[in-house]
Nanobody
């Protein structure tokens, strides 16, 4: 069994905050780089954030820089996405993803980089 489970989505007013969690099964995923992506209705899935296996390196899409923070707790096999100052355009299904075979140049922003995906959690931001 390989499983990633997101939680923490919901409905929030513009300017509010949510924290998403992604619980991963197995030691393999504790040693994996992790990514967050999102997909709004009628749009392609887009990169949101990436974190290295040790948590010391992070990357963000320009649209969320300064508002979102990705972190991880390897002892709990869990990755988090803290979302502050939410905007209606942040409304989407959010997915976490894992890659146990990451290497330099593979592309932290590419869907194809990540071999394992969660089921997604809905985030809706009202105005």
């Amino acid at each position: 069994q390989v499983l990633l489970v997101e939680s923490g989505g919901g409905l929030v007013q513009a300017g509010g905050s949510l924290r998403l969690s992604c619980a991963a099964s197995g030691r393999t995923f504790s040693n994996s780089v992790m990514g967050w992506f999102r997909q709004a209705p009628g749009k392609e899935r887009e990169f949101v954030a990436h974190i290295s296996w040790g948590g010391g390196i992070t990357y963000y899409a320009d649209s969320v820089k300064g508002r979102f923070t990705v972190s991880r707790d390897n002892a709990k096999n869990t990755v988090y996405l803290q979302m502050n100052s939410l905007k209606p355009e942040d409304t989407a299904v959010y997915y976490c993803a894992a890659d146990p075979t990451y290497y330099r140049g593979k592309g932290y922003y590419r869907e194809g980089t990540y071999g394992y995906w969660g089921q997604g959690t809905q985030v809706t931001v009202s105005s």
